[in-house]
């Protein structure tokens, strides 16, 4: 099987959409096609008014033929009201929303027939598999994410604070000390690069810390990533 290029965009099997007119067509058509089950990952935080309203457009279709919707988000959106909005207009017996720290990137899946997935980092291409092996492996991965992750009713089971740390700054002080910037400990985790760095000055405050090289030796040397390790 050949996987398709820009010279040859489509094939059988995976069909590369460029631009976010032929990714919404594809969406659409896919959604008027789905009959079952509707498994979706979106990560990052809050979404914005104009992307939830089309969600919610969608999602209210869906919910009304009866079907099925499973959707993960990161546990940043639990703090974005218009996301905990859309998830309270779409509560219903078909709809469940859970929530992990952090997740793979977007997907879509529906029947179990067809997947969206992006195809460029900045999501300005996607690509449409309808390889049922393909399609099947990525359903069990979002499974496997479904099993880790917190219905959005229920409260992240993060360990208590410590040492004035909470677990979400534990989570970055992990990261930083594997040695990711700002940038990419906030895309990870689904928050904005302002938030994040105001998280790592209070784990700098809590940790006695006068320089982002300090920070990195105090974090190891204080043990607080040992809450995260399993027993």
Not at 20 to 48: D, K
Not at 140 to 153: G, M, R
Not at 165 to 187: F, K, N, P, Y
């Amino acid at each position: 099987m050949a996987i398709t290029t820009r010279a040859a965009p489509t094939t059988h099997a995976i069909t590369l959409l460029e631009g976010e007119l032929r990714i919404n067509e594809a969406i659409e058509r896919a959604t008027a096609e789905c009959r079952h089950e509707v498994l979706t990952v979106q990560p990052g935080g809050g979404r914005s008014e104009n992307v939830l309203n089309v969600a919610l457009k969608r999602g209210q279709s869906v919910i009304d033929r009866g079907i099925t919707m499973r959707t993960l988000y990161q546990h940043t959106v639990r703090h974005s009201q218009g996301t905990l909005a859309y998830a309270a207009r779409m509560t219903s017996k078909n709809v469940e929303i859970r929530t992990l720290e952090e997740l793979i990137d977007r997907l879509m899946i529906f029947d179990r027939s067809v997947a969206l997935l992006p195809a460029r980092a900045d999501r300005q291409d996607a690509l449409e598999i309808r390889h049922p092996v393909l399609v099947e492996y990525l359903a069990k991965v979002f499974e496997q994410q479904w099993q880790l992750a917190t219905p959005l009713v229920d409260e992240v089971p993060y360990p208590p604070s410590t040492d004035g740390i909470t677990g979400v700054q534990r989570s970055i002080a992990r990261l930083l000390i594997e040695g990711h910037v700002d940038e990419a400990i906030a895309r990870r985790l689904g928050m904005n690069v302002r938030t994040c760095r105001a998280h790592i000055a209070k784990i700098a405050a809590a940790l006695g810390s006068g320089s982002r090289a300090q920070l990195g030796y105090l974090i190891a040397q204080s043990g607080i990533l040992e809450q995260d390790k399993p027993k």
